[in-house]
């Protein structure tokens, strides 16, 4: 397969090792004399004119290049390596069932079955995902029929979309629903993604002079070539025209509709944008229809980077550099940040992921030498993040921080600016211009310091794929049942008192992070915050309050509350900061929320887990909010600072609706509980 070349097309015998690369399915059938069976006489007469393979390979075989040749390569490598990766987990997990005992593997198939009863309540109809286990090879496909034409295949930083006719894509809509896999509206306007129509890479053209909004490549006569595509940009106005939930027709919204004909055969992308050249489709416009919904385009773009950016930061943007896991920050005291990337992992540059801002804030620093008349007082901890650091749009419902924008917009608890120094990488997003000034005096830190009231908003879904949440009527606090006072009226959201509501964390809570089967215990007595260390832990099991206790080793309170939602047990561990970092302080006196703590929660995700628990007995008429827990998720967060009590929203409704009215700099902590549980480490990013 890899050595196949545009050449032997024209060679029939080599028409089967196409359709097998077409397919990804390395089984190639062969006659006696080791030639293959397919030829286009037999796929014409088997799979008939409007098979997809006959269009890409056979009737367009002259437009076809090596670009889409090396696209089918890649996407047959992909699936390859898919096929391998499922072949060895199901060998490895048949290895294990063979050793289990007839009751264990009882029980594992009732756990199983339980799992699926609480999945097939749910009545989306969402797309195959394929991901390859280090989630840097993802094949979608954009149909339930999984058609090998009409998918978007992510490799090597790269993005591939193979549609057919009749397709309908929309450009936003792609950005929305696959951010987590990598897929944002930079990366779909960038030269790193390529689209195309059966074999044809589409490009763009020149307008025609004759016929204004249509582009393609004319024949002598001035006619459009129809082997070649030809590519109409349709104005607001005939929008209307086009069946479709997308906002094209939305006055506010001024990007184009743009048909594709290649032949006898249409596809149809909403929201395209001529500035951006979106999919890498680029139109040489030269009418004055064109240049109008060009300039269209421009005014409201502008008009919106005004409205979304406040009056005192109205400056010129620059494209930059964001922060990776690989960059180096420092405080003035040679002090290092550790940097480790969680929401920003989908996004990554040679590899190396995306620092976003809830990925940096409150990233720990060591080695920091200051020191005041002898005493020693490091920098610990970034405590404070400007909106002025960020890039001006969001990356996972998160802000990336800029390389150039760290310098007098980042600080530690201590108040000193952090430096980065500067590392190119592929991404370069739109934000704010650097202004290059070296230092921000204290005085001029606290006048832009806003504090803002930290919350939570606790999420109920069936599964992962769910946009909207189900509502709570009942919950259990702590072994109390919470209600609701009327059957008619969901609970809107919980208020608790730190120092009444909780309980200290004791030794009892073990993480195994070799399986999520084992349960934890526990304990009613409440003890100090010792060092202390069960005997009888295994190597595989190691007690929370101990790691936390190394980790964080003074000024920190380590507090538990429990909250059960039907069969489900969500064991919220707190983390709370006894002081306040020294550059709040002036903010901090005309606080409003003191009782809520300053600063965010934060996840602390090498100590966040979600496993099975054991039903006792096996006796599963005792479960739910008057008995027992059949899932337990281990929540581990860093409070906000000197935070008495918290209060947690109950998400009710689709989420894009709720959060849509969320303040761009609001500290909301986002935790989903699937019902029955989930292996993926995903909480907040659901």
Same mark, same amino acid.
């Given at each position: 397969?890899?050595?196949?070349?545009?050449?032997?097309?024209?060679?029939?015998?080599?028409?089967?090792?196409?359709?097998?690369?077409?397919?990804?399915?390395?089984?190639?059938?062969?006659? +006696?004399?080791?030639?293959?069976?397919?030829?286009?006489?037999?796929?014409?007469?088997? $799979?008939?004119?409007?098979?997809?393979?006959?269009?890409? $390979?056979?009737?367009?075989?002259?437009?076809?290049?090596?670009?889409?040749?090396?696209?089918?390569?890649?996407?047959?490598?992909?699936?390859?390596?898919?096929?391998?990766?499922?072949?060895?987990?199901?060998?490895?997990?048949?290895?294990?069932?063979?050793?289990?005992?007839?009751?264990?593997?009882? /029980?594992? *198939?009732?756990?199983?079955?339980?799992?699926?009863?609480?999945?097939?309540?749910?009545?989306?109809?969402?797309?195959?995902?394929?991901?390859? !286990?280090?989630?840097?090879?993802?094949?979608?496909?954009?149909?339930?029929?999984?058609?090998?034409?009409?998918?978007?295949?992510?490799?090597?930083?790269?993005?591939?979309?193979?549609?057919?006719?009749?397709?309908?894509?929309?450009?936003?809509?792609?950005?929305?629903?696959? &951010?987590?896999?990598?897929?944002?509206?930079?990366?779909?306007?960038?030269?790193?993604? *390529?689209?195309?129509?059966?074999?044809?890479?589409?490009?763009?053209?020149?307008?025609?002079?004759?016929?204004?909004? $249509?582009?393609?490549?004319?024949?002598?006569?001035?006619?459009?070539?129809?082997?070649?595509?030809?590519?109409?940009?349709? =104005?607001? @106005?005939?929008?209307?025209?086009?069946?479709? %939930?997308?906002?094209?027709?939305?006055?506010?919204?001024?990007?184009?509709?743009?048909?594709?004909?290649?032949?006898? +055969?249409?596809? %149809?992308?909403?929201?395209?944008?001529?500035?951006?050249?979106?999919?890498?489709?680029?139109?040489?416009?030269?009418?004055?229809?064109?240049?109008?919904?060009?300039?269209?385009?421009?005014?409201?773009? /502008?008009?919106? &980077?005004?409205?979304?950016?406040?009056?005192?930061?109205?400056?010129?943007?620059?494209?930059?550099?964001?922060?990776?896991?690989?960059?180096?920050?420092?405080?003035?005291?040679?002090?290092?940040?550790?940097?480790?990337?969680? !929401?920003?992992?989908?996004?990554?540059?040679?590899?190396?992921?995306? @620092?976003?801002?809830?990925?940096?804030?409150?990233?720990?620093?060591?080695?920091?030498?200051?020191?005041?008349?002898?005493?020693?007082?490091?920098?610990?901890?970034?405590?404070?993040?400007?909106?002025?650091?960020?890039?001006?749009?969001?990356?996972?419902?998160?802000?990336?921080?800029?390389?150039?924008?760290?310098?007098?917009?980042?600080?530690?608890?201590? =108040? $000193?600016?952090?430096? #980065?120094?500067?590392?190119?990488?592929?991404?370069?997003?739109?934000?704010?211009?650097?202004?290059? %000034?070296?230092?921000?005096?204290?005085?001029?830190?606290?006048?832009?310091?806003?504090?803002?009231?930290?919350?939570?908003?606790?999420?109920?879904?069936?599964?992962?794929? *769910?946009?909207? +949440?189900?509502?709570?009527?009942?919950?259990?606090?702590?072994?109390?049942? @919470?209600?609701?006072?009327?059957?008619?009226?969901?609970?809107?959201?919980? %208020?608790?008192?730190?120092?009444?509501?909780?309980?200290?964390?004791?030794?009892?809570?073990?993480?195994?992070?070799?399986?999520?089967?084992?349960?934890?215990?526990?304990?009613?007595?409440?003890?100090?915050?010792?060092?202390?260390?069960?005997?009888? #832990?295994?190597?595989?099991?190691?007690?929370?309050?101990?790691?936390?206790?190394?980790?964080?080793?003074?000024?920190?309170?380590?507090?538990?509350?429990?909250?059960?939602?039907?069969?489900?047990?969500?064991?919220?561990?707190?983390?709370?900061?006894?002081?306040?970092?020294?550059?709040?302080?002036?903010?901090?006196?005309?606080?409003?929320?003191?009782?809520?703590?300053?600063?965010?929660? &934060?996840?602390?995700?090498?100590?966040?887990?979600?496993?099975?628990?054991?039903?006792?007995?096996?006796?599963?008429?005792?479960?739910?909010?008057? =008995?027992?827990?059949?899932?337990?998720?281990?929540?581990?967060?860093?409070?906000?600072?000197?935070?008495?009590?918290? /209060?947690?929203?109950? #998400?009710?409704g689709v989420d894009s609706m709720t959060e849509s009215k969320d303040d761009v700099d609001s500290?909301?902590?986002?935790?989903?509980?699937?019902?029955?549980?989930?292996?993926?480490?995903?909480?907040?990013?659901?």
């Amino acid at each position: 397969m890899e050595n196949l070349s545009i050449n032997d097309l024209d060679n029939e015998s080599k028409l089967g090792y196409f359709y097998c690369l077409y397919q990804c399915n390395p089984l190639l059938v062969l006659d +006696n004399e080791n030639n293959t069976t397919l030829n286009s006489k037999v796929i014409t007469q088997n $799979f008939g004119y409007k098979d997809d393979f006959y269009l890409s $390979f056979i009737v367009n075989k002259d437009s076809l290049n090596d670009t889409y040749l090396q696209a089918r390569k890649a996407l047959y490598k992909t699936m390859m390596n898919l096929r391998k990766e499922r072949e060895q987990e199901y060998q490895k997990e048949q290895t294990r069932i063979s050793q289990l005992s007839y009751e264990e593997y009882k /029980e594992e *198939q009732g756990k199983k079955e339980r799992q699926e009863r609480f999945s097939s309540r749910n009545t989306n109809t969402n797309n195959l995902i394929l991901e390859s !286990k280090d989630k840097n090879n993802v094949i979608i496909f954009l149909d339930s029929a999984n058609s090998l034409s009409n998918l978007i295949h992510i490799h090597n930083e790269r993005i591939d979309i193979f549609t057919k006719d009749t397709n309908t894509i929309d450009i936003q809509e792609l950005a929305k629903a696959y &951010q987590d896999y990598g897929i944002t509206l930079d990366s779909l306007h960038s030269s790193n993604t *390529q689209i195309f129509l059966y074999s044809q890479l589409l490009l763009g053209s020149k307008e025609s002079p004759n016929n204004p909004l $249509f582009f393609g490549e004319l024949n002598k006569e001035g006619v459009f070539i129809e082997s070649k595509p030809v590519y109409h940009l349709i =104005g607001e @106005i005939d929008s209307n025209s086009i069946e479709s %939930t997308s906002n094209n027709i939305d006055s506010n919204n001024s990007l184009s509709t743009l048909q594709v004909f290649l032949g006898s +055969n249409t596809l %149809t992308l909403l929201n395209y944008s001529l500035i951006d050249s979106s999919l890498n489709i680029k139109l040489e416009c030269n009418s004055k229809e064109s240049k109008e919904i060009l300039e269209k385009e421009q005014t409201q773009r /502008e008009q919106t &980077q005004k409205e979304s950016t406040p009056i005192d930061s109205l400056t010129s943007t620059a494209f930059l550099h964001p922060i990776l896991e690989d960059n180096e920050l420092k405080c003035p005291h040679n002090g290092v940040v550790k940097l480790k990337s969680n !929401k920003g992992k989908p996004f990554k540059s040679k590899g190396i992921p995306m @620092i976003l801002e809830s990925d940096l804030i409150n990233s720990s620093i060591v080695g920091c030498t200051n020191n005041i008349a002898g005493v020693p007082t490091p920098c610990t901890l970034i405590s404070v993040i400007l909106p002025s650091a960020r890039a001006l749009k969001k990356y996972n419902d998160d802000y990336p921080i800029m390389q150039d924008l760290v310098n007098g917009n980042v600080f530690s608890d201590k =108040g $000193f600016p952090l430096i #980065a120094t500067p590392k190119p990488n592929t991404f370069k997003i739109n934000s704010p211009k650097p202004t290059h %000034t070296k230092d921000t005096s204290k005085e001029a830190l606290a006048s832009v310091i806003r504090l803002t009231k930290p919350s939570m908003r606790l999420r109920y879904k069936i599964n992962t794929l *769910q946009r909207d +949440n189900l509502p709570i009527y009942r919950l259990k606090l702590n072994g109390e049942i @919470i209600e609701s006072s009327s059957d008619d009226e969901a609970l809107k959201s919980i %208020t608790l008192d730190i120092h009444k509501d909780t309980k200290d964390l004791d030794s009892t809570i073990k993480l195994d992070k070799r399986a999520y089967s084992s349960q934890s215990t526990h304990n009613t007595t409440t003890h100090n915050n010792t060092n202390t260390t069960d005997n009888n #832990a295994t190597d595989s099991t190691t007690s929370l309050l101990s790691l936390l206790l190394k980790d964080y080793p003074k000024y920190y309170e380590f507090k538990e509350i429990d909250l059960q939602l039907d069969t489900n047990l969500l064991s919220l561990i707190l983390i709370i900061p006894k002081k306040i970092p020294k550059v709040y302080d002036k903010a901090y006196k005309e606080y409003e929320y003191k009782d809520y703590g300053v600063g965010r929660f &934060q996840y602390v995700y090498r100590y966040c887990e979600c496993r099975e628990l054991e039903v006792k007995n096996n006796d599963y008429t005792n479960i739910g909010l008057h =008995g027992d827990a059949l899932t337990q998720y281990i929540i581990t967060l860093l409070t906000p600072a000197k935070a008495k009590k918290i /209060e947690i929203h109950l #998400a009710n409704g689709v989420d894009s609706m709720t959060e849509s009215k969320d303040d761009v700099d609001s500290h909301i902590l986002k935790c989903s509980v699937i019902n029955g549980g989930h292996s993926e480490r995903l909480w907040g990013d659901i």
